[in-house]
């Protein structure tokens, strides 16, 4: 479930390279994929996975990762909306996991809470910059929250496992952070909704096959292929 | 015997250098974690500055290509994560040397050119995931500057 969360909005973030509205931003958007790319290699070697078949050689029912991670770019201002919901979530999560039982989760936990840390302040600084930006820039910010509230209840409702922290301070943490950014933003809150939920069963949006179909057809043509 | 073999594995795996930051080494930048003799292999431990640091892999075969090459192999390489790594690990030499290629060492804020504390922000990701690009508001040199993590 972890894994996947990070190698999914890994490969999203990636696919911002070469396209990032400035060449700063397509070096932070880089960065960090590449850092969720090596927070999902870690996991899958800390549960003792093979890292290539889980990432290459599964069907989109077989993947774990919660519907917000998969959602397509969309604008720069959807990517920006998807990373902060995302790290005001991560960065709670990955502190909480360094004290931890498991001495596997605890190890990775303590650098992903360092790198989530900045994640979530890139993040932050990005959508006070487009609310509280031009007319345009407001309204694609708050059209992308809007498109995307729906999807933060199933990352904050995880299923019961004992060996993971308690989501209730999470969910603490994650309201403060984005309500105060939403503040700072000038955004409004989106209204209650039905949430939107599914990808912890293996229940994905259409848009994740394709990106599945991408993301695997090279080690599918080539199997064992190395460089 | 076996403390020289020792002795000289630790020599050449420390030398080895980063390929994102020539001129420094992996001991240098508290990458290097511990050189043991195990079951008799050379067991070497690194630990990762980022996750997702693509240098790994490079330095693991470099690592085992110097050993080998000083006729001190075989050679085992592993990482491990905890505890995190952080920009203070960095040592003393290689905060220097790091000065003297003009990036600024973490924790500090002076342009490595005319040496002005007048300095800002351009972006907080740059060329590699360690550092972050800075310029001076004194000489407006663009100038380099190694992330605190």
Redesign the interface.
Known sequence: MLADDALVLGHRLSEWCGFAPSPEEDLALANLALDQLGLARALFAAAGLDEDRYAYFRDAREFRNCLLVEQPNGDFAHSIVRQLLYSAWALPFWTAAAGAADPALTAVAGKAEKEAAYHLRHAREWLVRLGDGTAESHARAQAALEQLWPFAAELLDPPADPALPDPAPLRAAWEATVSATLARATLARPAACWPRAGGREGRHSEAFGKMLAEMQSLARAHPGAVW | MSDDRLARARAAAASVEDPELPGLTIAELGLLRRVEERDGAIAVTLT?S?????AMAVIGWEITAAIERAGLGPVTVRT???????TAAISEAGRAKLRAMGIVPPGERACPRCGSARVET??????T?CKA?WRCLECREPFEAF?T?
Do not use: D, R, S
């Open positions: 990762p980022y996750t997702g640091c693509p491990e994560l905890a505890p995190a790594w952080g351009l972006a907080e990701f740059g060329a995931a690009l992330k993590l």
